[in-house]
Protein backbone atom coordinates (compact mmCIF):
# COMPACT_ATOMS: atom_id res chain seq x y z
CA UNK A 1 0.00 0.00 0.00
CA UNK A 2 1.22 3.63 -0.85
CA UNK A 3 0.99 5.80 2.51
CA UNK A 4 0.84 9.44 2.43
CA UNK A 5 1.56 11.68 5.52
CA UNK A 6 0.00 15.07 5.64
CA UNK A 7 2.80 17.24 8.02
CA UNK A 8 6.55 17.88 7.85
CA UNK A 9 7.08 17.94 12.15
CA UNK A 10 8.38 15.70 14.47
CA UNK A 11 5.21 13.87 14.75
CA UNK A 12 4.86 12.97 11.15
CA UNK A 13 8.74 11.95 11.10
CA UNK A 14 7.70 9.48 13.89
CA UNK A 15 4.82 8.16 11.87
CA UNK A 16 6.53 7.93 8.94
CA UNK A 17 9.81 6.11 10.59
CA UNK A 18 6.59 3.49 12.23
CA UNK A 19 4.89 3.00 9.39
CA UNK A 20 7.64 2.12 7.45
CA UNK A 21 7.96 -0.87 9.42
CA UNK A 22 5.05 -2.60 8.19
CA UNK A 23 5.55 -5.36 5.45
CA UNK A 24 2.45 -4.20 3.76
CA UNK A 25 3.85 -0.63 2.86
CA UNK A 26 5.12 -0.47 -0.34
CA UNK A 27 5.79 3.38 -0.85
CA UNK A 28 5.67 6.16 1.81
CA UNK A 29 5.03 9.92 0.65
CA UNK A 30 5.26 13.15 3.27
CA UNK A 31 4.16 16.72 2.41
CA UNK A 32 5.81 18.23 3.08
CA UNK A 33 8.29 16.81 5.18
CA UNK A 34 11.08 17.55 6.24
CA UNK A 35 14.74 16.32 6.42
CA UNK A 36 13.88 13.21 8.57
CA UNK A 37 11.33 12.23 6.39
CA UNK A 38 13.24 12.33 3.06
CA UNK A 39 15.18 9.24 4.93
CA UNK A 40 12.66 7.40 4.34
CA UNK A 41 9.87 8.66 2.91
CA UNK A 42 10.06 10.58 -0.89
CA UNK A 43 9.52 13.97 0.51
CA UNK A 44 6.43 16.30 -1.78
CA UNK A 45 6.53 20.04 -1.88
CA UNK A 46 3.11 20.88 -1.26
CA UNK A 47 2.45 22.45 2.14
CA UNK A 48 -0.21 20.67 4.61
CA UNK A 49 -3.28 23.37 3.69
CA UNK A 50 -2.84 22.74 0.34
CA UNK A 51 -5.56 20.63 0.36
CA UNK A 52 -6.75 20.68 -3.32
CA UNK A 53 -3.01 19.80 -4.18
CA UNK A 54 -2.89 16.68 -1.74
CA UNK A 55 -6.45 15.32 -3.40
CA UNK A 56 -4.85 15.35 -6.61
CA UNK A 57 -1.75 14.05 -5.20
CA UNK A 58 -3.60 10.81 -3.61
CA UNK A 59 -5.94 10.19 -6.67
CA UNK A 60 -2.78 10.86 -9.37
CA UNK A 61 -0.50 8.44 -7.17
CA UNK A 62 -2.52 5.72 -6.22
CA UNK A 63 -2.55 6.10 -2.34
CA UNK A 64 -4.30 4.35 -0.27
CA UNK A 65 -4.38 5.94 2.86
CA UNK A 66 -3.57 9.20 3.93
CA UNK A 67 -2.88 10.25 7.56
CA UNK A 68 -3.11 13.72 8.55
CA UNK A 69 -0.65 15.10 11.27
CA UNK A 70 -1.23 18.30 12.35
CA UNK A 71 -4.60 19.88 13.00
CA UNK A 72 -5.01 23.09 10.52
CA UNK A 73 -5.79 20.61 7.74
CA UNK A 74 -8.41 18.62 10.12
CA UNK A 75 -10.11 21.79 11.63
CA UNK A 76 -9.61 23.00 7.32
CA UNK A 77 -11.93 20.06 6.12
CA UNK A 78 -9.05 17.54 4.56
CA UNK A 79 -11.04 14.56 5.50
CA UNK A 80 -14.45 15.37 4.28
CA UNK A 81 -12.78 16.70 0.68
CA UNK A 82 -11.25 13.24 0.52
CA UNK A 83 -13.97 11.49 1.44
CA UNK A 84 -16.05 12.98 -1.17
CA UNK A 85 -13.05 12.25 -3.43
CA UNK A 86 -13.20 8.57 -2.69
CA UNK A 87 -9.79 8.56 -1.07
CA UNK A 88 -9.63 6.23 2.64
CA UNK A 89 -8.18 8.83 5.14
CA UNK A 90 -7.05 8.52 8.99
CA UNK A 91 -8.47 11.55 11.04
CA UNK A 92 -11.70 13.02 12.49
CA UNK A 93 -14.17 15.17 10.22
CA UNK A 94 -14.11 19.03 10.02
CA UNK A 95 -17.39 19.11 12.61
CA UNK A 96 -15.33 16.69 14.96
CA UNK A 97 -12.16 18.20 14.63
CA UNK A 98 -13.95 21.69 16.45
CA UNK A 99 -12.70 19.80 19.04
CA UNK A 100 -9.67 21.36 18.79
CA UNK A 101 -10.36 23.97 16.66
CA UNK A 102 -12.68 25.73 19.33
CA UNK A 103 -12.13 25.61 22.75
CA UNK A 104 -15.28 27.31 23.55
CA UNK A 105 -17.06 23.97 21.16
CA UNK A 106 -15.24 21.74 23.26
CA UNK A 107 -15.88 23.76 26.85
CA UNK A 108 -19.90 23.03 25.83
CA UNK A 109 -19.11 19.29 24.76
CA UNK A 110 -17.32 18.37 28.32
CA UNK A 111 -20.27 20.55 30.16
CA UNK A 112 -23.25 18.75 27.89
CA UNK A 113 -21.60 15.25 28.79
CA UNK A 114 -20.52 15.69 32.33
CA UNK A 115 -17.11 15.29 32.13
CA UNK A 116 -14.73 16.93 34.67
CA UNK A 117 -13.51 19.93 33.83
CA UNK A 118 -12.37 23.43 35.08
CA UNK A 119 -15.36 26.06 36.06
CA UNK A 120 -14.59 28.97 33.26
CA UNK A 121 -16.29 31.81 31.65
CA UNK A 122 -16.20 32.87 27.45
CA UNK A 123 -15.67 36.29 26.01
CA UNK A 124 -16.48 37.89 22.86
CA UNK A 125 -13.47 40.33 22.90
CA UNK A 126 -10.43 40.61 24.79
CA UNK A 127 -11.66 43.73 26.08
CA UNK A 128 -14.67 42.37 28.00
CA UNK A 129 -12.44 39.22 28.89
CA UNK A 130 -10.05 41.51 30.88
CA UNK A 131 -12.99 43.93 32.59
CA UNK A 132 -13.96 40.35 34.05
CA UNK A 133 -10.27 39.64 34.73
CA UNK A 134 -9.99 42.62 36.76
CA UNK A 135 -12.11 41.64 39.06
CA UNK A 136 -11.45 37.97 39.95
CA UNK A 137 -9.66 37.37 43.43
CA UNK A 138 -8.23 33.95 43.25
CA UNK A 139 -4.88 33.67 41.11
CA UNK A 140 -3.83 31.60 38.86
CA UNK A 141 -6.31 32.16 36.33
CA UNK A 142 -5.88 29.90 33.06
CA UNK A 143 -6.06 32.71 29.93
CA UNK A 144 -6.73 30.84 26.13
CA UNK A 145 -7.89 31.99 22.77
CA UNK A 146 -10.67 30.34 21.41
CA UNK A 147 -8.71 29.42 17.95
CA UNK A 148 -5.56 27.33 17.20
CA UNK A 149 -2.44 28.98 18.21
CA UNK A 150 0.30 26.02 17.67
CA UNK A 151 0.06 25.60 21.36
CA UNK A 152 1.03 28.90 22.34
CA UNK A 153 -2.20 30.21 22.83
CA UNK A 154 -2.52 29.66 26.30
CA UNK A 155 -1.27 31.42 29.86
CA UNK A 156 -1.39 30.19 33.75
CA UNK A 157 -1.84 34.03 34.58
CA UNK A 158 -0.07 34.92 38.11
CA UNK A 159 -2.01 38.06 38.34
CA UNK A 160 -3.95 40.80 36.15
CA UNK A 161 -1.41 42.61 34.81
CA UNK A 162 0.82 39.43 33.49
CA UNK A 163 -2.62 38.36 31.98
CA UNK A 164 -3.44 42.14 30.40
CA UNK A 165 0.20 41.99 29.02
CA UNK A 166 0.32 38.82 27.10
CA UNK A 167 -3.88 38.46 26.32
CA UNK A 168 -3.30 41.77 24.52
CA UNK A 169 -0.36 41.26 22.24
CA UNK A 170 -1.87 37.22 21.96
CA UNK A 171 -5.14 39.01 20.69
CA UNK A 172 -3.21 41.23 17.54
CA UNK A 173 -1.05 38.73 16.78
CA UNK A 174 -3.94 35.68 16.30
CA UNK A 175 -7.00 38.03 15.38
CA UNK A 176 -5.85 41.54 14.22
CA UNK A 177 -8.59 44.17 15.41
CA UNK A 178 -10.93 41.71 15.38
CA UNK A 179 -9.95 40.58 19.22
CA UNK A 180 -11.09 37.08 18.88
CA UNK A 181 -13.07 34.99 21.38
CA UNK A 182 -11.52 33.76 24.75
CA UNK A 183 -12.16 31.82 27.56
CA UNK A 184 -10.83 32.51 31.14
CA UNK A 185 -11.33 29.55 33.49
CA UNK A 186 -9.84 28.66 36.86
CA UNK A 187 -6.16 26.96 37.45
CA UNK A 188 -6.57 23.31 38.46
CA UNK A 189 -3.78 21.95 40.66
CA UNK A 190 -2.08 18.25 40.09
CA UNK A 191 -0.03 16.62 37.74
CA UNK A 192 -0.37 16.83 33.74
CA UNK A 193 -0.54 14.33 31.53
CA UNK A 194 -1.63 13.07 28.09
CA UNK A 195 -3.77 10.08 27.56
CA UNK A 196 -4.37 9.28 23.63
CA UNK A 197 -6.86 6.56 22.00
CA UNK A 198 -7.42 5.64 18.29
CA UNK A 199 -11.28 5.95 17.55
CA UNK A 200 -13.65 4.39 14.89
CA UNK A 201 -16.43 6.33 16.21
CA UNK A 202 -18.24 3.77 18.36
CA UNK A 203 -14.96 1.96 19.77
CA UNK A 204 -11.84 2.63 20.74
CA UNK A 205 -8.29 1.31 21.51
CA UNK A 206 -5.75 2.64 24.01
CA UNK A 207 -2.43 4.02 23.06
CA UNK A 208 0.51 4.31 25.76
CA UNK A 209 0.32 7.28 28.60
CA UNK A 210 2.79 9.96 28.46
CA UNK A 211 3.59 12.88 29.75
CA UNK A 212 4.69 16.13 27.95
CA UNK A 213 6.88 19.52 29.33
CA UNK A 214 5.05 22.53 27.71
CA UNK A 215 6.95 25.69 28.81
CA UNK A 216 10.36 26.20 27.26
CA UNK A 217 12.64 26.41 30.13
CA UNK A 218 13.49 24.01 33.19
CA UNK A 219 11.09 23.97 36.31
CA UNK A 220 8.22 24.66 34.02
CA UNK A 221 8.69 28.26 33.95
CA UNK A 222 8.78 30.42 30.87
CA UNK A 223 6.24 30.96 27.98
CA UNK A 224 4.38 28.19 26.54
CA UNK A 225 5.37 25.96 23.68
CA UNK A 226 4.29 23.31 21.12
CA UNK A 227 6.20 20.75 23.95
CA UNK A 228 9.62 20.14 25.06
CA UNK A 229 9.88 16.64 25.54
CA UNK A 230 7.92 13.69 26.36
CA UNK A 231 8.39 10.46 28.08
CA UNK A 232 5.96 6.87 27.90
CA UNK A 233 4.68 5.44 30.21
CA UNK A 234 3.38 8.21 32.67
CA UNK A 235 3.58 7.03 36.08
CA UNK A 236 0.71 9.32 37.27
CA UNK A 237 -1.50 7.49 35.01
CA UNK A 238 -2.32 4.57 37.75
CA UNK A 239 -4.48 1.30 36.45
CA UNK A 240 -7.00 2.79 38.72
CA UNK A 241 -6.87 6.03 37.56
CA UNK A 242 -6.80 4.28 33.84
CA UNK A 243 -10.23 2.87 34.49
CA UNK A 244 -11.47 6.78 35.17
CA UNK A 245 -10.30 8.41 32.47
CA UNK A 246 -11.74 5.83 30.24
CA UNK A 247 -15.15 6.13 32.16
CA UNK A 248 -15.75 9.65 33.04
CA UNK A 249 -13.70 11.32 29.79
CA UNK A 250 -13.33 9.26 26.71
CA UNK A 251 -16.28 7.23 26.54
CA UNK A 252 -18.88 9.43 27.37
CA UNK A 253 -17.54 12.46 24.74
CA UNK A 254 -17.49 9.81 22.36
CA UNK A 255 -20.83 8.79 23.13
CA UNK A 256 -21.98 13.35 23.36
CA UNK A 257 -20.06 13.24 19.56
CA UNK A 258 -21.89 10.49 18.13
CA UNK A 259 -25.59 11.74 19.67
CA UNK A 260 -24.48 14.89 17.71
CA UNK A 261 -24.03 13.62 14.93
CA UNK A 262 -20.33 14.08 14.60
CA UNK A 263 -18.91 10.65 15.48
CA UNK A 264 -14.86 10.89 16.11
CA UNK A 265 -12.77 8.97 14.79
CA UNK A 266 -9.27 9.17 14.59
CA UNK A 267 -6.71 10.33 17.03
CA UNK A 268 -8.28 11.66 20.10
CA UNK A 269 -5.47 13.35 22.64
CA UNK A 270 -6.87 14.23 25.76
CA UNK A 271 -4.96 16.49 27.88
CA UNK A 272 -5.44 15.88 31.76
CA UNK A 273 -4.89 17.51 35.19
CA UNK A 274 -4.16 14.71 37.34
CA UNK A 275 -5.81 15.92 41.21
CA UNK A 276 -5.49 13.32 43.92
CA UNK A 277 -5.80 10.26 41.50
CA UNK A 278 -9.09 12.14 40.20
CA UNK A 279 -8.86 13.27 36.30
CA UNK A 280 -10.33 16.38 34.52
CA UNK A 281 -9.88 17.61 31.03
CA UNK A 282 -7.60 20.51 30.30
CA UNK A 283 -8.06 19.87 26.61
CA UNK A 284 -8.70 17.67 23.85
CA UNK A 285 -7.12 17.51 20.84
CA UNK A 286 -7.61 15.53 17.61
CA UNK A 287 -4.17 14.52 16.25
CA UNK A 288 -1.73 12.63 18.10
CA UNK A 289 0.63 14.71 20.12
CA UNK A 290 4.12 16.02 19.54
CA UNK A 291 6.60 15.24 21.33
CA UNK A 292 4.31 12.64 23.22
CA UNK A 293 4.52 10.56 19.31
CA UNK A 294 7.77 9.81 19.56
CA UNK A 295 8.10 7.96 22.65
CA UNK A 296 4.94 6.42 21.90
CA UNK A 297 5.25 5.33 18.57
CA UNK A 298 9.25 3.87 20.02
CA UNK A 299 6.92 1.93 22.43
CA UNK A 300 4.46 0.62 20.27
CA UNK A 301 4.98 -3.46 19.31
CA UNK A 302 2.64 -3.83 16.75
CA UNK A 303 1.71 -2.99 13.07
CA UNK A 304 0.71 1.07 13.03
CA UNK A 305 -0.77 0.59 9.72
CA UNK A 306 -2.90 -2.19 10.87
CA UNK A 307 -4.67 0.51 13.72
CA UNK A 308 -4.86 3.35 11.87
CA UNK A 309 -6.57 1.32 8.40
CA UNK A 310 -8.91 -0.15 11.05
CA UNK A 311 -9.98 3.13 12.29
CA UNK A 312 -10.32 4.55 9.02
CA UNK A 313 -12.52 1.76 7.88
CA UNK A 314 -14.66 2.01 10.78
CA UNK A 315 -13.80 -0.85 13.13
CA UNK A 316 -10.85 -0.80 15.46
CA UNK A 317 -12.50 -3.65 18.01
CA UNK A 318 -10.21 -6.43 16.80
CA UNK A 319 -6.78 -4.19 17.46
CA UNK A 320 -5.60 -4.53 20.42
CA UNK A 321 -2.19 -2.38 20.53
CA UNK A 322 1.28 -3.72 22.06
CA UNK A 323 3.35 -2.15 23.30
CA UNK A 324 7.01 -2.95 24.70
CA UNK A 325 7.57 -3.82 27.96
CA UNK A 326 10.64 -0.25 28.30
CA UNK A 327 9.68 3.19 29.25
CA UNK A 328 10.97 6.14 26.26
CA UNK A 329 12.08 9.56 26.92
CA UNK A 330 12.25 12.28 24.04
CA UNK A 331 14.19 15.54 24.15
CA UNK A 332 13.22 18.35 22.20
CA UNK A 333 16.07 20.58 20.70
CA UNK A 334 15.01 23.87 19.87
CA UNK A 335 15.93 27.32 18.21
CA UNK A 336 17.03 30.25 20.12
CA UNK A 337 14.83 32.53 20.86
CA UNK A 338 11.56 29.98 20.73
CA UNK A 339 8.81 30.02 21.39
CA UNK A 340 9.10 33.53 20.22
CA UNK A 341 11.50 34.69 16.79
CA UNK A 342 14.58 32.45 15.68
CA UNK A 343 17.00 32.37 13.42
CA UNK A 344 17.00 29.52 10.40
CA UNK A 345 19.58 27.90 8.28
CA UNK A 346 21.65 26.62 10.75
CA UNK A 347 23.96 23.99 10.07
CA UNK A 348 23.25 20.77 12.14
CA UNK A 349 26.21 18.89 13.19
CA UNK A 350 26.47 15.43 15.00
CA UNK A 351 23.68 14.10 13.48
CA UNK A 352 26.01 11.14 12.17
CA UNK A 353 26.73 9.37 15.11
CA UNK A 354 24.78 6.70 16.38
CA UNK A 355 23.81 5.70 19.77
CA UNK A 356 22.06 2.15 20.15
CA UNK A 357 18.28 2.54 20.97
CA UNK A 358 18.19 6.45 20.45
CA UNK A 359 16.47 7.96 17.47
CA UNK A 360 16.59 11.06 16.49
CA UNK A 361 13.16 12.87 14.65
CA UNK A 362 13.22 15.55 12.88
CA UNK A 363 11.02 18.13 13.58
CA UNK A 364 12.08 21.89 11.94
CA UNK A 365 14.86 21.09 9.22
CA UNK A 366 15.74 20.98 5.91
CA UNK A 367 18.34 19.62 3.42
CA UNK A 368 20.27 22.65 2.02
CA UNK A 369 22.89 21.89 -0.63
CA UNK A 370 23.36 18.16 0.86
CA UNK A 371 23.49 19.99 4.49
CA UNK A 372 20.86 19.27 7.22
CA UNK A 373 19.81 22.98 8.51
CA UNK A 374 17.36 24.21 11.05
CA UNK A 375 14.17 25.69 9.62
CA UNK A 376 11.57 25.29 12.54
CA UNK A 377 11.67 26.42 16.74
CA UNK A 378 11.58 22.75 17.58
CA UNK A 379 14.24 20.92 15.10
CA UNK A 380 14.44 17.81 16.69
CA UNK A 381 13.20 15.34 19.35
CA UNK A 382 16.10 13.01 20.60
CA UNK A 383 14.00 9.90 21.67
CA UNK A 384 15.78 7.02 23.64
CA UNK A 385 14.01 3.65 25.05
CA UNK A 386 15.62 1.63 28.46
CA UNK A 387 14.30 -0.21 30.77
CA UNK A 388 13.40 2.40 32.84
CA UNK A 389 12.97 6.22 32.45
CA UNK A 390 15.84 7.37 33.91
CA UNK A 391 18.06 5.21 31.90
CA UNK A 392 16.03 6.37 28.51
CA UNK A 393 16.51 10.34 29.87
CA UNK A 394 20.23 9.40 30.44
CA UNK A 395 20.70 8.53 27.23
CA UNK A 396 18.40 10.54 25.19
CA UNK A 397 20.92 13.39 26.63
CA UNK A 398 24.17 11.55 26.21
CA UNK A 399 22.72 11.96 22.25
CA UNK A 400 21.33 14.95 22.71
CA UNK A 401 24.97 16.61 23.66
CA UNK A 402 26.90 15.47 20.53
CA UNK A 403 24.15 17.79 18.54
CA UNK A 404 24.83 20.83 17.90
CA UNK A 405 23.70 24.04 15.98
CA UNK A 406 24.11 27.94 16.76
CA UNK A 407 21.96 29.34 19.50
CA UNK A 408 20.75 25.66 20.62
CA UNK A 409 18.96 24.95 23.68
CA UNK A 410 16.86 22.37 25.27
CA UNK A 411 15.79 21.57 28.47
CA UNK A 412 17.66 19.52 31.10
CA UNK A 413 14.96 18.11 33.14
CA UNK A 414 13.19 15.98 31.14
CA UNK A 415 11.13 13.08 32.53
CA UNK A 416 12.42 14.50 35.98
CA UNK A 417 9.17 14.20 37.85
CA UNK A 418 8.93 10.33 36.50
CA UNK A 419 12.43 10.06 38.11
CA UNK A 420 11.52 11.20 41.41
CA UNK A 421 8.97 8.83 41.61
Known sequence: MKILIVGGGGREHAIAWKLAQSSRVEKIFCAPGNAGTAQTCTNVPISADDLNALIDFAVKEGVGLTVVGPEAPLVGGIVDLFNKNNLKIFGPSKDAAMLEGSKIFMKEILENAGIPTAMYKTFTSIKSALVYAKGVERWPQVIKADGLAAGKGVLVASDYEEAATWAEKMSQELFGDSGGKWIIEDFIHGEEASYIVVSDGENYAPLATSQDH????????????????????????????????????????????????????????????????????????????????????????????????????????????????????????????????????????????????????????????????????????????????????????????????????????????????
Open 214 to 421: KRALDGDKGPNTGGMGAYSPAPVITPEVEKKIKKKIIEPLLNEMRLRGMPFKGFLYAGLMISDGEPSVLEFNVRLGDPEAQPILCRYGGDLLDLLEASADGDVSGINPRWEDNAAVCIVMASGGYPGDYEKGHIIEGLNKKAEDVVVFHAGTRLEEGRVVTSGGRVLGVTATAPTIREAAEAAYSRAALIKWKDAFYRKDIAARAIRR
